[in-house]
């Protein structure tokens, strides 16, 4: 009996082809879950997966287009810049091995995400900002008693986030003809305020 003929092998491919417009929601993202967790099963191997869902750059390409395509969603439809910082923000902690493999791609110089659409995402979260600037309402006041390590662990994310993928940062929020020094002066300004929240009013609330 041949491969394919195998029962079992015959549902897990199945499977696999029903799966694929949700393999983002997969445990542990869409290639460890294909390529580690699926192929020892009823000895399919990696071969006959990628036969079926294409190569390991075809799953990832097909994960990161569908979490870009959410965001570009979430930055029109977003009432408040706020409102789709928030959004973001919880996709990509819910999604860490999306998160992981865009960061990945981004230092290795390898264009998963088209950079029309990450253009169009940023377009959109800047016309936010400047909706948001113009409409002169109060800002909201800085939070109060923040663990001083959460802090810290924002602020170095900020800084290895910023090294990691700054190269696809410029041209995503139109800075590519922006003075360098000022873009960076800025970027200091901006992780001096998060650090001045730890002089905010409060003991400094320690996260159990």
Do not use: C
């Not at 662990?153 to 922006?178: K, M």
Request: net charge negative; charged share 20%; glycine share 8%.
């Amino acid at each position: 009996m041949s491969l394919r003929q195998r029962p079992q092998v015959q549902g897990l491919l199945r499977e696999l082809r029903l799966a694929r417009p949700t393999w983002g929601e997969m445990p542990g993202g869409a290639v460890s879950y294909l390529l580690v967790e699926t192929s020892p099963r009823g000895g399919v191997t990696h071969a006959l997966v990628h036969q079926y869902v294409g190569s390991k750059q075809d799953l990832l390409n097909a994960v990161i287009q569908r979490v870009a395509q959410d965001r570009v969603v979430i930055a029109h439809e977003a009432a408040s810049l706020r409102e789709a910082v928030d959004a973001i923000l919880s996709q990509i902690l819910a999604n860490p091995v999306h998160t992981k493999s865009l960061v990945r791609s981004a230092m290795d110089g390898v264009e998963y995400v088209s950079l029309r659409q990450r253009i169009e995402t940023g377009r959109a979260l800047v016309e936010l900002a400047d909706a948001t600037a113009a409409s002169g309402a109060a800002p909201a006041p800085p939070p109060r008693g923040l663990d001083h390590r959460v802090v810290m662990a924002a602020l170095t994310a900020l800084s290895f986030g910023w090294g990691a993928i700054e190269d696809w940062l410029w041209p995503i929020y139109g800075l590519d003809s922006s003075d360098k020094d000022e873009v960076y002066r800025q970027l200091g300004q901006i992780a001096a305020y998060l650090a001045d929240l730890v002089l905010q009013p409060g003991d400094g609330d320690v996260v159990k």
